[in-house]
C-alpha cells in the first residue's frame, strides 16, 4: 500500500515535470494547448500545489511571449513590414497609444483564451480568481514598456486638445480591458494610473492657457467686441467639447469632468474681461461685458451638459444689460434737457412753493427741453448711445431698445403729472406738456 | 478521451468592419451563436466572439473582431486592422448611403492591414428584397473591380453567412498552401499558427524563446 502510494507522487512528480516542459514551450506567439497537456492539467488537480506550479510556468512562458510581442509590434511590424511597426507612428500620439492599447486589448482577450483552454477539464481547482491571478501575470510584462512610452507622449506637450482626447482614450480601454482582466491585474492599474496622468496634464494645460490670459490682459478694442485672446480661448474651448462630443466614453462619466473643464476655461476668461473692462466708463463697460459673455454663451449653447453655465452667463448678461438699459434712458433724457427737469420735481417739496416758480422750471424753459424732446419723439433713433451699434446681438439690442424707451416714457408719465397738477401753478399745462403719457408710449414703442 | 475543441492548428483573425446598422454585430452572432439577436444594442467599440471551424481537414480557430460602425469610435476600431488575416467588410442592401461608404471601407482596409488580408464584401439584410436598395450586379461589379470576394447574406435568416466566413478562411487557408503568407513572421502576424496536431511534438521548439527582453 505504501508503495502504491509512493508510486503514485512518483507518477505525479514525472506528470508534473512533463507538464512544466509543455508549458515552458509555449512561449512564442502562437501557442497550442494540445488535448494531452489539457488533461494533465486536469490530472494534476489533485495535487493542488503541482497544479499551481504548472499554471505558474504557463504563465511565465506567456508572459515572456506577450512582452516579446508587444516589443515586436512596436519596433518590427509584421512581416514585410506589414502591419507596419506602431512606433512609426510615434509622432501621432493618438494613433500611437491607440494602436498601442488596441494591441493591448487583443492580446488580453486572446492570453484569457489559452488559459481558459489550458484549465478547461480542470474545473475543481481553477476557479476565477486563480484564472485572473495568473492573467494578471502575464498582462503584467507590457505594463513597463507601454507606460513608460505613453508617458513620453503625455509629458512631450501635445496641447490641451490632444491631452484630452487622449485621456478620453485611455479611460475608454480602462473599461474595455477590464471587461476581460481582474480588477487587481496590474494592466488595470497602470491603465488607471497613465489616465489619471493625462487628465491631470491635461488641467495642467488649461490652467497655464488661462495664466497667460491673466498675465497680459489685452485692452478692449474700439468696437468693445471680444479680444483676440478671448476668441482664441473659446476656439481652444470649442475644440476640447467638440472632441468631448464625439469622445468614447460613456455619457455619464462625460458630464462628470464637463463641469471642471468649463470652469477651467470660462472662469478665467470672466475674470480677464473684467479686468480688461475695469477702466471703461459704464455704458461702454456693459456694452464690451455683454459682447464678451455672448460670444462665450453662443460657444457653449451647441453642445451638451451646458444649461447651467448658460443660465449663469445669462443672468450676468442681464445685469450688464440693466447698466446699459439704464445709461441709455438718462442720455435721452439728458439730451433733452429733461433730466435736470426730472430731478428737480424729484427734490421738489410743498413748502418751497408751486414748481413754476422755482429757478429753472419756469414755463419757458420747460416748454423749450419739452419741445426738445418731442424732436426726440419724431426721431427716436437720433437718441442711441453710440455704444449701442457695437452690441453685437441684435435681439440684445432690440431688448435695450424697448426696455429703455420704457424707462423714458415712465419719466415722461411722472414730469406730466407734476406739471398738470394744478398744485404746481403752471397755466395752460396742456401748452407745456403738449402730449400724453399715452401718446408717447405710442410714438416710442 | 478528447480535450474538446481545443485542438485546432490555426488562429485566422478577422475583423468585421461597414456603416453603422449594417448589421456586423447580428452576423457575428449569427456565425458563432446560430441565432439571430433582434434589438442588437450598439457596439461600443470593439467586441470579439470566436468560432472553431473546419478547412481541409484542419480545425482552424476564428478570432473575430467586430467594430463599431459609429463615426465617433473611428479612430479606436482603426487600430484593429492590425494583423487581420481576414476582413468582412459589410454594408445593407437596403441603405443605399452604406453601400456608397464602402470605398472609404476599402481605404482603410488596404492602408491598415497587409497586402494577403482577404477582403470579403457582404452584402447584409438580403431577406429583404422587397426594400432593395443596392443591385446585386452593382456590387458584384464592385468586388469584381477592387478583387473582393462577394456574397449577399442575411443575418436574420442565416442565409448564407456560414459561407462567407467560410470562403475568407478557405482563401486564407489556400494563401497559406500556396506560400504567399508567411507564418513564420513575427508580430501577431498575420495569423498565428501553433504547432499542428498532425506533426510531431518537438517542432514546438522552432522558436526559442528570446532575451530581446524589454528595452525601454
Not at chain 1, 65 to 89: K, N, S, Y
Not at chain 1, 344 to 355: D, M, R
Request: charged share 20%; aromatic share 8%.
Amino acid at each position: 500500500m505504501e508503495s502504491m502510494a509512493l508510486h503514485q507522487e512518483t507518477a505525479y512528480e514525472r506528470l508534473y515535470r512533463w507538464t512544466q516542459g509543455e508549458c515552458r514551450l509555449l512561449s512564442s506567439d502562437s501557442v497550442e494547448v494540445s488535448p494531452l497537456l489539457c488533461q494533465a492539467v486536469q490530472a494534476l488537480q489533485d495535487r493542488p500545489v503541482l497544479f499551481r506550479y504548472s499554471l505558474d510556468e504557463f504563465g511565465t512562458a506567456r508572459r515572456t511571449a506577450v512582452v516579446r510581442g508587444f516589443i515586436d509590434a512596436l519596433t518590427r511590424g509584421g512581416p514585410g513590414g506589414t502591419p507596419r511597426p506602431i512606433e512609426l507612428h510615434s509622432h501621432d500620439p493618438l494613433r500611437y497609444v491607440g494602436d498601442m492599447l488596441a494591441w493591448l486589448h487583443q492580446a488580453s482577450a486572446s492570453e484569457k483564451e489559452h488559459l481558459q483552454g489550458l484549465v478547461k477539464l480542470a474545473t475543481q481547482q481553477a476557479g476565477a480568481l486563480q484564472i485572473y491571478e495568473i492573467l494578471g501575470h502575464i498582462t503584467e510584462g507590457v505594463c513597463r514598456p507601454f507606460k513608460v512610452r505613453v508617458e513620453q507622449v503625455l509629458v512631450s506637450e501635445p496641447g490641451p486638445v490632444i491631452l484630452y482626447k487622449l485621456a478620453n482614450l485611455l479611460k475608454f480601454y480602462h473599461h474595455t480591458i477590464g471587461q476581460l482582466l481582474g480588477s487587481d491585474a496590474v494592466l488595470l492599474t497602470t491603465l488607471a494610473e497613465v489616465h489619471e496622468l493625462s487628465q491631470r496634464m491635461f488641467y495642467a494645460a488649461l490652467n497655464a492657457h488661462a495664466q497667460r490670459l491673466m498675465e497680459k490682459v489685452e485692452l478692449p478694442p474700439a468696437d468693445l467686441g471680444a479680444t483676440q485672446s478671448l476668441n482664441q480661448s473659446l476656439a481652444l474651448l470649442r475644440e476640447v467639447l467638440a472632441s468631448h462630443d464625439s469622445s468614447v466614453v460613456p455619457l455619464d462619466a462625460r458630464q462628470e469632468d464637463f463641469a471642471k473643464v468649463l470652469s477651467c476655461v470660462l472662469d478665467p476668461l470672466l475674470q480677464m474681461c473684467a479686468v480688461s473692462a475695469s477702466k471703461l466708463n459704464p455704458a461702454d463697460m456693459g456694452v464690451y461685458m455683454v459682447n464678451c459673455i455672448y460670444a462665450m454663451q453662443s460657444t457653449l449653447a451647441l453642445y451638451e451638459f451646458t444649461d447651467q453655465r448658460l443660465e449663469m452667463l445669462a443672468g450676468q448678461i442681464e445685469a450688464h444689460l440693466d447698466t446699459i438699459v439704464s445709461e441709455q434712458a438718462s442720455y435721452v433724457l439728458s439730451r433733452t434737457g429733461l433730466s435736470h427737469i426730472y430731478s428737480i420735481i424729484q427734490q421738489h417739496q410743498l413748502k418751497e412753493g408751486p414748481l413754476a416758480s422755482i429757478h429753472g422750471m419756469d414755463a419757458t424753459t420747460v416748454r423749450s427741453a419739452m419741445s426738445k424732446f418731442d424732436s426726440y419723439l419724431s426721431s427716436p433713433d437720433s437718441l442711441t448711445m453710440p455704444q449701442l451699434n457695437f452690441l453685437q446681438s441684435t435681439s440684445l439690442r432690440r431688448t435695450v431698445h424697448k426696455r429703455s424707451t420704457e424707462l423714458v416714457s415712465a419719466a415722461y408719465d411722472f414730469l406730466y403729472q407734476a406739471i398738470t397738477n394744478p398744485s404746481n401753478g403752471y397755466k395752460e399745462p396742456r401748452s407745456i406738456v403738449i402730449r400724453t403719457p399715452q401718446q408717447v408710449k405710442t410714438l416710442l414703442s | 478521451m478528447a480535450a474538446g475543441p481545443y485542438n485546432y492548428s490555426y488562429i485566422f483573425k478577422y475583423i468585421i468592419i461597414g456603416d453603422m446598422g449594417v448589421g456586423k454585430s447580428c452576423l457575428l452572432h449569427q456565425f458563432t451563436e446560430k441565432k439571430f439577436m433582434a434589438d442588437c444594442p450598439h457596439t461600443i467599440g470593439v467586441e470579439f466572439g470566436t468560432r472553431i471551424i473546419e478547412v481541409s481537414g484542419q480545425k482552424i480557430k476564428l478570432q473575430i473582431w467586430d467594430t463599431a460602425g459609429q463615426e465617433r469610435f473611428r479612430a479606436v476600431t482603426r487600430s484593429y486592422y492590425r494583423g487581420a488575416a481576414g476582413a468582412l467588410m459589410v454594408y445593407d442592401i437596403t441603405r443605399r448611403s452604406t453601400y456608397n461608404h464602402l470605398s472609404s471601407w476599402l481605404t482603410d482596409a488596404r492602408n491598415l492591414t497587409n497586402p494577403n488580408t482577404v477582403i470579403f464584401l457582404i452584402g447584409n439584410k438580403s431577406d429583404l428584397e422587397a426594400q432593395r436598395d443596392v443591385t446585386y450586379e452593382e456590387a458584384k461589379q464592385f468586388a469584381d473591380e477592387n478583387g473582393l470576394m462577394f456574397l449577399e447574406a442575411s443575418a436574420k435568416t442565416g442565409d448564407n453567412v456560414e459561407d462567407a466566413f467560410l470562403e475568407t478562411a478557405r482563401k486564407i487557408y489556400q494563401n497559406i498552401q500556396d506560400g504567399s503568407l508567411d507564418l513564420n513572421a513575427a508580430e501577431s502576424g498575420v495569423q498565428h499558427k501553433p504547432s499542428t496536431g498532425g506533426r510531431p511534438n518537438p517542432l514546438n521548439t522552432d522558436q526559442q524563446p528570446s532575451n530581446e527582453g524589454c528595452r525601454c
